[in-house]
């Protein structure tokens, strides 16, 4: 319902930019497939993973591990790279080198590529483990698609099962439009606590929410800046000069905590 409440018609596309056709999937196969297809029609792909290397902390999907499975048994009639954080400079241009050149056909990476790179002939994106990234680095990944003249395709891998993830991961599949896709990133996490560390989840603001109230929020912030440029120590406010007091002494009681 949210989604449908807030959505916009997406933005003009920059000059030579191709519209991104996004879907979220629960399945890595038909990702595969579809890969498959789109190169064997002389066109590229990215995979994304979310870690180098296997953790025991997490059970995510790894780009070094990927990419062997990927190579040798998914593709092995491709030529497929890796890219990594953890590689030299010159393996990363070596590695960006041979897919720009199309020498390899398939490209398994981090997030390393989420800025910079630009293949006119990669044609899709499955970015694995999808629900772990931000909306807003989803989006700059997308954007690694749809530089050339053909039909671009960005595939979401969902492995959460929460209703939250889903609803997140929609939002993409509705909007190309980076401001939107931010405004609903901020809706459906929280902006956390202003005062504090919480970075989502619902704020601390009793009278006003700070996507809808945006002009009030505007005008609590001038008579602020004309309290204290009229009163620099707030001699006449002693209410407010205890709130403030409160506020700090619990912000500071958190981080012992």
């Given at each position: 319902m949210i989604i449908q409440r807030f959505w916009q018609p997406d933005?003009?596309?920059p000059s030579g930019r191709q519209k991104i056709q996004t879907k979220v999937i629960n399945q890595g196969t038909p990702a595969y497939n579809f890969i498959r297809h789109q190169v064997l029609q002389c066109r590229q792909a990215y995979i994304i993973l979310p870690l180098v290397e296997e953790s025991d902390k997490l059970d995510l999907r790894a780009a070094v591990v990927e990419y062997q499975r990927l190579s040798t048994q998914i593709f092995p009639e491709f030529r497929v790279g890796l890219l990594h954080g953890r590689m030299t400079s010159a393996e990363k241009d070596d590695a960006l080198r041979a897919f720009s050149d199309n020498t390899t056909q398939i490209l398994v990476s981090t997030t390393v590529v989420e800025v910079g790179v630009d293949v006119p002939n990669a044609t899709v994106i499955?970015?694995?483990?999808?629900?772990?990234?931000?909306l807003a680095q989803l989006h700059q990944l997308r954007g690694r698609v749809g530089r050339g003249s053909h039909c671009s395709y960005c595939l979401l891998l969902n492995t959460s099962q929460t209703a939250q993830a889903k609803a997140r991961l929609q939002v993409l599949e509705k909007s190309t439009d980076g401001f939107f896709i931010s405004e609903m990133d901020l809706r459906l996490r929280g902006p956390g606590v202003v005062m504090g560390y919480r970075q989502s989840g619902i704020s601390e603001f009793a009278l006003a929410n700070i996507l809808d109230d945006e002009d009030l929020l505007n005008l609590a912030r001038e008579m602020a800046i004309a309290i204290v440029k009229s009163n620099p120590n707030l001699e006449q406010y002693p209410l407010i000069v205890a709130e403030l007091k409160r506020r700090r002494l619990t912000i500071w009681d958190c981080t012992l905590n």
């Open positions: 933005l003009v596309l499955l970015i694995d483990h999808a629900e772990r990234f931000g």
